[in-house]
Each structure stands twice: as C-alpha cells, then as structure tokens.
C-alpha cells in the first residue's frame, strides 16, 4: 500500500493581501484530501473574536467544484472565525454552465407586438422588434433593446443582474425595473421619448434614463459572457 | 361556403351588440345571406336591438342541447328575407355553448349563408372562447377610451394565439370634438397601439341610440353618419375599398403623413 504523504503547507496555502486573505487548494490532490488538510488548518489556526469579518478569496487552480462541494468549503472556513467566502476562483467550468453562460448572453430576436396581459420573457438579452403595449410585460435576464414602441413594463436582468439596461427607439414605459430596482412614470400624462435607455445609476441608487449615445460612458462592457467568463 | 365573423371587444359596453346587428343589417342590404349569432347566454340582447324578441321559441342552447333543431331556432329577420338570427339562452349560463357546439352550428349554417356575424359576450372566458372558436376572421369593437383600448389590446392577444387570420378593428362612439381638443385618444393613436389594421370608424351618434330602442338598426336609414358607417364597414368586409369617412366637413383627417412629421418637430 502506498501513503501519499504529502506536506500539509502544499495543499492549503493562505495568503494575505490587501482585499483580504487568499486561500489556495492545490489541485493535485483529491478532493477529501484537500478537505481533510482544510480542516485540519482551520482547527489550528488561531483567530480573535473581535477581528472586524475578512473576506477570503479561494482558488483551487484547475480543480472543478461542485456546488455542494463549494458550500463545504464554506462551512469549514467561516466555523468559529468571521472569516467570509467572497469568491471561488477556478480554472475550469462545466460545460452546463459554460451553455449557461452562451445562452444568457445570447440575444434572443422576437418579432412581435406584445400585447397586454402578454408576457415575453427570456434568458439572456432581448431584442424585440415591435411594441411593448400598456399592461404587457418583457422580460429578460440580461438586457432589453426594443424597436418600436415601449409602452408597458420591462425588466432587465430579471434575475439580479444590476448592470443591465433597457433601450427603446420610443421610451414611455409604464414601469422599468432593472434587477431589483423599480421605477414608474409619473401619475401625469408624459409624451415619451425617442432613443433613450435606462440604467443603474450606481450613485443616485436609481434607475435613470439618458439618451442612447450616452450608454457608450455608462455601459463599456455590455456584454454579459465576458463578465462572467472573468467573474464566474 | 360562408364565412364566418365574429365581433369581439373585451370590455363591455362599447357596442359589440350593435355593431353585430349594424354590419348584419348592412350585409343584408347588398344582398347577402346573413345569419346573426347571440352568444352573450344569459345576457342576451341582439334580439332585442333587432326587435325580434318577441319572436324567439328556442334557443342558442336548445339547439346544442338537443331539444329542438336548428333551423327551428333561427329567426327570419322581419324586414329581409336573407337576414336571420339565432338568439341566445336568457336562462342558462354562459358555458353552456361549449366549443364543440359552435364550431357545429356554424358549419351547418356556413352551407346556407353567406356571412355568420357572431355578436360576443365581453370578457374572456369560456364565452368568449366558445364564441371564437367556429369564427375565419374577427372583428375588434373599441371606443376611444383606455380602457376599451387595453381589453381591445388584451383579445388581439388573444385572437393571434389561434388560426385566425389578423382581426380588423373597428373605432365606435368618436366624438369628434373631443378628439380635436385631445380629451379622448384619436385614431392614428389607437390604431398605432393596436397595430392592427382599421376596418370602420363609427361617430358618436343618438341616432343609434335611437334605433336601437326602436328595433331597427340605425344602418336602415341611410341619412345618418353612422348608418353611412356601418354600410362601409360591410362593403368593406365584402372587400371593397371604401375610403375612411371624414369626421368633419373638412378635408385632412387622415393626413398620416403630417402627423409623422409633426411627432418629430
């Protein structure tokens, strides 16, 4: 029988940086392994109760982690510190979640008018050519660019995506939500606008709506894959 | 082989009943065979805008529940021969026509007729769903109200989900000066929203009120704009190209291409 002995530095090794601590997993070891050394670290380690709440960043190099193995993780870390998993860093996704991804950030045409009572809703960016009627609702987990009229309601990253936006060629929505921001239009009767969108504005802590050619300022990066190929 | 219509609107009140009994009327008038069908069970009134209340024996629901047959249950019209109506239940419910039922019925009578105008109950539930179901084309009754325009929204919804071809819309009760002043949505507005293609427009007119009480459809005399209206919309539906009648004396209602400048400025 072989015993791999391995030295317990090389498979857990934590750092500190400035945005907290770095918590590497080797990934040449085996998953119970590498679970087995965490515990035994976190057992040995020493920590204050008062320390202010750390976050810990952990990468596991070209290790694959399944959810459930990633709340594991996190339960042996945040135990008896006030230690918080901020990210999981891997080399390697699923192939379900790489479709994932390439789906959610697809844009999906549909050619309709969406009429009230209707609702449209999809993964991924939205590209409507038609109308959003009063009382209809368009829905999307990345963004909303409507041609033609939007009338009713429209909720970009519907499933919390705040750097969503919603573009129309004509703005007089009833409602626009963006993740979970909501606004309204006003109890008065408005005219609407030609070719604005609105967004997050992160310092308002609001949704705003500003002319098209201003999003190229507000919105570089409006493609959602390459976020999450760097955030996961 | 006839063809079937069937007037629908979503909102009640906006003259589903009328315009059913108008466009019959009118139909009838250049010579077709035309048979009106009442599916508001429960509520009827078709019969009575018609003044053939008095006449009825069986109904709608006798005839789908077996108790009679149903050229026992049709009414021949008093003033025209090729004008006929079938009235519906007062007693029973509404989902007492089944589906079934209708598409059954409407056959039959498509081998005799010309046109079977059927007048929908508002809502949209089993009725309504009944009532569409044996019908080729529709036609959407709205006033210009909101809401009359967002239930008029909700059934062309509701009418794309099926077979049908794309329904016409017909704009009832326009007062003209309140659209001027822009109290009341005007038509480019409306027919913007629905975005379906505009077969009618009817004034609001108290000669329709009028006629409607004393049992004779306002399409009968032909001095009135809304009898003008209604003849129109039938010409219409036979596939001729009636321009829209003007609201006013003046020329330049309908002058699409001005107001799409205009929104710009």
Redesign the interface.
Same mark, same amino acid.
């Given at each position: 029988m072989v015993q791999i002995i391995q030295d317990d530095t090389q498979t857990i090794t934590i750092k500190g940086t400035r945005e907290g601590l770095t918590l590497v997993i080797e990934d040449t070891c085996s998953y119970d392994e590498a679970i087995f050394q965490l515990k035994k670290r976190m057992e040995e380690a020493e920590f204050k109760e008062d320390e202010p709440i750390v976050p810990v960043h952990v990468k596991v190099g070209n290790r694959y982690l399944t959810e459930e193995q990633k709340k594991e993780i996190e339960s042996l870390i945040i135990t008896k510190t006030n230690f918080k998993v901020e990210s999981y860093e891997s080399k390697v996704v699923s192939k379900e979640d790489a479709l994932a991804w390439l789906d959610e950030a697809d844009v999906k045409r549909v050619m309709k008018v969406v009429r009230s009572g209707q609702v449209l809703s999809v993964i991924g960016d939205l590209l409507l050519l038609g109308d959003v009627n009063p009382g209809a609702t368009v829905k999307a987990t990345g963004n909303i660019f409507v041609m033609g009229n939007l009338r009713g309601i429209a909720h970009a990253g519907s499933t919390g995506n705040q750097e969503a936006i919603i573009a129309a060629s004509y703005m007089n929505p009833s409602q626009l939500r963006i993740a979970e921001y909501i606004s309204r239009a006003p109890d008065y009767e408005t005219d609407g606008v030609y070719m604005e969108c609105g967004f997050i504005h992160k310092e308002e802590d609001k949704i705003m709506i500003d002319r098209l050619q201003a999003l190229s300022h507000i919105r570089k990066d409006l493609r959602g894959f390459e976020r999450r190929m760097k955030n996961g | 082989m006839g063809e079937a219509i069937v007037i629908t609107s979503g909102k009640g009140g906006v003259g589903k009943t009328t315009t059913t009994a108008n466009i019959g009327t009118s139909l009838a008038l250049m010579d077709k065979k035309v048979c009106l069908i009442d599916t508001d069970i429960g509520l009827r009134n078709l019969d009575v805008v018609m003044g053939l209340e008095n006449r009825i024996i069986y109904d709608i629901v006798d005839v789908i529940e077996g108790r009679c047959k149903l050229h026992q249950a049709l009414i021949k019209d008093k003033r025209f021969e090729s004008l006929s109506l079938l009235p519906a239940a007062q007693t029973s419910d509404k989902s007492a026509v089944t589906e079934e039922g209708m598409i059954e019925i409407v056959s039959t009578l498509k081998q005799e007729y010309d046109y079977i105008i059927i007048d929908c109950p508002a809502g949209i539930e089993q009725g309504f769903q009944s009532a569409i179901a044996a019908a080729d084309r529709a036609i959407v009754v709205t006033t210009p109200e909101?809401s009359s325009v @967002? +239930?008029g +929204? @909700?059934i062309?919804?509701l009418l794309?989900n099926t077979e049908m071809e794309r329904p016409r819309l017909v704009i009832n009760r326009i007062r003209n000066h309140m659209m001027k002043s822009g109290d009341m949505l005007d038509i480019d507005e409306i027919v913007?929203?629905?975005?379906i293609d505009l077969i009618g427009i009817v004034i609001d007119d108290d000669a329709v009120i009028k006629a409607s009480n004393s049992g004779e459809p306002v399409a009968f005399h032909p001095n009135t704009k809304s009898s003008i209206a209604y003849r129109n919309i039938a010409r219409r539906i036979l596939g001729e190209n009636v321009p829209m009648q003007s609201l006013e004396d003046k020329k330049g209602m309908f002058t699409k291409v001005k107001r799409f400048f205009g929104m710009r400025s």
């Open positions: - | 909101k @967002r +239930d +929204d @909700r062309i919804g794309e913007q929203i629905l975005s």
